[in-house]
């Protein structure tokens, strides 16, 4: 919990002060002290803290044990902020009167834990809920002050296992750099950098950095042209495939670089394909993600189309209410309304920097509004098997500290976590460190599949759309497209399941196929390519997620995943006609095979009928074991020649 959050109960805290003056009811009998910090208090008042100071201090070189001056002196330090000074004042008032104004016990104890001095910050929260009689104004705060405390002085009794390594000149200068990105292989890592002010027209200016790693260490990051303008751009988040971010950017809705580049906001959502090794220009993502609020800090999960990100909106406080915000993507293209995250994760604190990793199951970020060490901690959620998330876990001391931790993530292999830090020993300001992850907080393991869609007649590179389908779940675990200019595709994928793979481009048959990732990992990946057929008569497509039982002709639950693609690719080209065809091995009579290849044919057909598909559209036919793909004397082979295949017959 930061200091900026309770600041604003000043106000209530100096009318009470008010009504004690009128009553005329010092601690201090001295005319001249008393004439003097009521000079001060109306500095005070109007907002002039340097002849407040001047005579606050004047008022108690009159009389030291003067309280109400003390009290008033700890606000202008305060709101310097000094709080050095500010906690030696509220200190000497408490002295002298310890009731006088039982909030300054909880202001005591808010900057106490703000420096991380947690056994005496929780001495003054309890003394202040002591306090029965008179109207605690900072109540809520002292509540999880305390909270705070009693979690930080445990977790200080059991550290977790941390050594950060500064990732090197090619990454850090002696500039800030923070909010780092990284493609799942490794290889890209994107981050932002304050530049001098000194080298820009306006103040500060925030720029992306891309450094890549030449197996040892990171080369010297260069800037992204053609992304960076003279306006802020800042915390990216990067595709698996490093060939496609989202980041924030702080554009004038009145004065953008073109229609694409305005904002809604004072801080929005854009995004920027890499086409062939070069950037396209960054766009708005445009409503409903972006909005008059402030939209910033995406992570864009593996799965190519769920976004989180963080929206900031003025709550009554006039505090920034901060929550991390939710939206999907339509295979149209189009986004959903963000929806906020359940209370489980979001606070009446602040929410930020939020990664989801690329196993779409661990959520990591920051928060004030959780028990933690003070100011923002960084936390972890998993979800549950019902798509839930679960209570966030602190990672614990000493990589959360009574300072803010913040720009948090983690790489793909689940082991390395990349951080930013003003840390002792960097190059200066804040640098960009990465420190293996404790066991427990690891995520699920992932690895990736990587390869290239062409036709597989010319060779020619085909910026082909993809789905991997969770065959447990029915779920689509990945969509995303191959590289227009290369054909190359990269996505993350969970381990220990079962997935179908759909490959589509307009004007070729869609590619099939179902594989086990029940090993892997991300320095020993899978790799598939994928040759596509032009639609013709004559040309087939085995479809390998059609799943029946042995010896039988009842579809199963999993293979509605391959079916309904298959009815989308009928409507898309709706002069296609097919055959079905079923096929079995040689195992078993001849006849009982040709019974049921017949009866595994006419299944589908009946659940594409049934699904809206026209009749006069469809043929079956049952060939038995009489047109075998693979050898029938291993399993492997038979397994390959028991399938389902559809032949285009007219288009």
Same mark, same amino acid.
């Given at each position: 919990?930061?200091?900026?959050?309770?600041?604003?109960?000043?106000?209530?805290? #100096?009318?009470?002060?008010?009504?004690?003056?009128?009553?005329?009811?010092?601690?201090?009998?001295?005319?001249?002290? *008393?004439?003097?910090? !009521?000079?001060?208090?109306?500095?005070?008042?109007?907002?002039?803290?340097?002849?407040?100071? *001047?005579?606050?201090?004047? @008022?108690?070189?009159?009389?030291?044990?003067?309280?109400?001056?003390?009290?008033?002196?700890?606000?202008?330090?305060?709101?310097?902020?000094?709080?050095?000074?500010?906690?030696?004042?509220?200190?000497?008032?408490?002295?002298?009167?310890?009731?006088?104004?039982?909030?300054?016990?909880?202001?005591?104890?808010?900057?106490?834990?703000?420096?991380?001095?947690?056994?005496?910050?929780?001495?003054?929260?309890?003394?202040?809920?002591?306090?029965?009689? +008179?109207?605690?104004?900072?109540?809520?705060?002292?509540?999880?002050?305390?909270?705070?405390?009693?979690?930080?002085?445990?977790?200080?009794?059991?550290?977790?296992?941390?050594?950060?390594?500064?990732?090197?000149?090619?990454?850090?200068?002696?500039?800030?750099?923070?909010?780092?990105?990284?493609?799942?292989?490794?290889?890209?890592?994107?981050?932002?950098?304050?530049?001098?002010?000194?080298?820009?027209?306006?103040?500060?200016?925030?720029?992306?950095?891309?450094?890549?790693?030449?197996?040892?260490?990171? =080369?010297?990051?260069?800037? =992204?042209?053609?992304?960076?303008?003279?306006?802020? !751009?800042?915390?990216? &988040?990067?595709?698996?495939?490093?060939?496609?971010?989202?980041?924030?950017?702080?554009?004038?809705?009145?004065?953008?670089?073109?229609?694409?580049?305005?904002?809604?906001?004072?801080?929005?959502?854009?995004?920027?394909?890499?086409?062939?090794?070069?950037?396209?220009?960054?766009?708005?993502?445009?409503?409903?993600?972006?909005?008059?609020?402030?939209?910033?800090?995406?992570?864009?999960?593996?799965?190519?189309?769920?976004?989180?990100?963080?929206?900031?909106?003025?709550?009554?406080?006039?505090?920034?209410?901060?929550?991390?915000?939710?939206?999907?993507? +339509?295979?149209?293209?189009?986004?959903?309304?963000?929806?906020?995250?359940?209370?489980?994760?979001?606070?009446?604190?602040?929410?930020?920097?939020?990664?989801?990793?690329?196993?779409?199951?661990?959520?990591? %970020?920051?928060?004030?509004?959780?028990?933690?060490?003070?100011?923002?901690?960084?936390?972890?959620?998993?979800?549950?098997?019902?798509?839930?998330? &679960?209570?966030?876990?602190?990672?614990?001391?000493? *990589?959360?500290?009574?300072?803010?931790?913040?720009?948090?993530?983690?790489?793909? @292999?689940?082991?390395?976590?990349?951080?930013?830090?003003?840390?002792?020993?960097? =190059?200066?300001?804040?640098?960009?460190?990465?420190?293996?992850?404790?066991?427990?907080?690891?995520?699920?393991?992932?690895?990736?599949?990587?390869?290239?869609?062409?036709?597989?007649?010319?060779?020619?590179?085909?910026?082909?759309?993809?789905?991997?389908?969770?065959?447990?779940?029915?779920?689509?675990?990945?969509?995303?497209?191959?590289? !227009?200019?290369?054909?190359?595709?990269?996505?993350?994928?969970?381990?220990?399941?079962?997935?179908?793979?759909? #490959?589509?481009?307009?004007?070729?048959?869609?590619?099939?196929?179902?594989?086990?990732?029940?090993?892997? $990992?991300?320095?020993?990946?899978?790799?598939?390519? #994928?040759?596509?057929?032009?639609?013709?008569?004559?040309?087939?497509?085995?479809?390998?997620?059609?799943?029946?039982?042995?010896?039988?002709?009842?579809?199963?639950?999993?293979?509605?995943?391959?079916?309904?693609?298959?009815?989308? %690719?009928?409507?898309?080209?709706?002069?296609?006609?097919?055959?079905?065809?079923?096929? &079995?091995?040689?195992?078993?009579?001849?006849?009982?095979?040709?019974?049921?290849?017949?009866?595994?044919?006419?299944?589908?057909?009946?659940?594409?009928?049934?699904?809206?598909?026209?009749?006069?559209?469809?043929?079956?036919?049952?060939?038995?074991?009489?047109?075998?793909?693979?050898?029938?004397? $291993?399993?492997?082979?038979?397994?390959?020649?028991?399938?389902?295949?559809?032949?285009?017959?007219?288009?």
């Amino acid at each position: 919990m930061r200091i900026s959050h309770f600041l604003f109960v000043f106000s209530f805290m #100096v009318a009470f002060i008010s009504c004690k003056a009128q009553e005329k009811n010092y601690t201090s009998n001295n005319k001249k002290a *008393i004439k003097l910090y !009521e000079e001060g208090k109306n500095h005070y008042d109007m907002r002039n803290n340097e002849l407040a100071e *001047i005579t606050f201090i004047q @008022a108690l070189e009159k009389d030291p044990n003067f309280a109400e001056a003390e009290l008033l002196l700890a606000y202008v330090y305060t709101e310097k902020p000094d709080y050095d000074k500010a906690i030696e004042h509220y200190q000497k008032s408490i002295a002298i009167k310890s009731d006088l104004f039982p909030d300054a016990h909880a202001s005591l104890g808010m900057l106490l834990l703000n420096k991380g001095e947690y056994e005496k910050a929780q001495t003054n929260f309890i003394n202040y809920l002591k306090f029965t009689d +008179s109207p605690l104004m900072m109540k809520p705060f002292a509540e999880k002050g305390l909270k705070d405390c009693e979690f930080a002085i445990e977790a200080l009794k059991h550290p977790v296992p941390f050594n950060p390594v500064n990732l090197g000149a090619g990454v850090n200068t002696e500039l800030p750099e923070y909010f780092p990105a990284l493609s799942a292989d490794g290889k890209y890592l994107l981050f932002t950098r304050r530049l001098d002010s000194k080298k820009t027209y306006t103040g500060y200016n925030e720029d992306f950095y891309l450094s890549i790693n030449d197996g040892y260490n990171w =080369m010297e990051a260069q800037n =992204m042209q053609g992304i960076n303008s003279i306006n802020n !751009e800042g915390a990216p &988040t990067i595709s698996p495939n490093g060939q496609f971010i989202i980041f924030t950017s702080c554009e004038d809705p009145y004065e953008g670089y073109g229609p694409d580049r305005k904002g809604f906001g004072s801080c929005d959502l854009f995004y920027a394909y890499n086409i062939g090794g070069k950037w396209t220009a960054p766009k708005n993502l445009n409503r409903p993600i972006n909005s008059q609020h402030w939209e910033s800090q995406p992570s864009f999960s593996s799965d190519g189309k769920t976004l989180y990100f963080v929206r900031g909106m003025r709550s009554r406080s006039g505090v920034k209410q901060q929550d991390i915000w939710t939206s999907e993507l +339509s295979e149209g293209g189009v986004w959903s309304v963000p929806t906020r995250l359940s209370d489980v994760i979001n606070t009446e604190g602040r929410e930020e920097s939020v990664f989801i990793h690329p196993d779409n199951q661990t959520l990591y %970020f920051s928060s004030d509004g959780h028990p933690g060490m003070g100011g923002l901690d960084i936390f972890m959620s998993t979800k549950d098997a019902n798509g839930n998330w &679960t209570t966030p876990v602190n990672l614990g001391y000493p *990589i959360n500290t009574f300072n803010d931790e913040n720009s948090l993530l983690v790489d793909a @292999a689940g082991n390395l976590a990349y951080f930013a830090s003003n840390r002792e020993g960097g =190059m200066g300001d804040l640098d960009l460190y990465a420190f293996e992850l404790p066991e427990n907080m690891k995520p699920n393991k992932v690895t990736y599949l990587a390869g290239k869609v062409f036709d597989a007649e010319t060779k020619e590179v085909l910026p082909a759309r993809f789905e991997l389908i969770n065959l447990k779940t029915g779920e689509v675990a990945v969509q995303s497209y191959a590289d !227009e200019v290369t054909g190359k595709y990269l996505v993350c994928l969970p381990v220990h399941q079962d997935y179908a793979l759909n #490959v589509s481009h307009p004007g070729y048959l869609f590619h099939s196929e179902n594989f086990t990732l029940s090993s892997g $990992t991300i320095d020993k990946p899978f790799e598939k390519h #994928v040759g596509m057929n032009k639609i013709k008569v004559g040309e087939s497509v085995v479809l390998k997620n059609v799943f029946f039982e042995t010896a039988k002709y009842d579809l199963k639950p999993q293979s509605k995943v391959e079916l309904d693609k298959l009815i989308a %690719f009928l409507k898309a080209n709706p002069n296609l006609k097919i055959e079905l065809s079923g096929h &079995t091995d040689n195992v078993g009579d001849k006849k009982s095979n040709q019974l049921l290849s017949e009866n595994r044919a006419k299944a589908v057909y009946n659940y594409l009928t049934q699904n809206g598909v026209p009749t006069d559209r469809l043929t079956t036919k049952g060939y038995g074991d009489a047109q075998p793909i693979a050898s029938n004397d $291993t399993e492997e082979g038979r397994a390959e020649n028991r399938r389902t295949e559809f032949k285009v017959i007219a288009n």
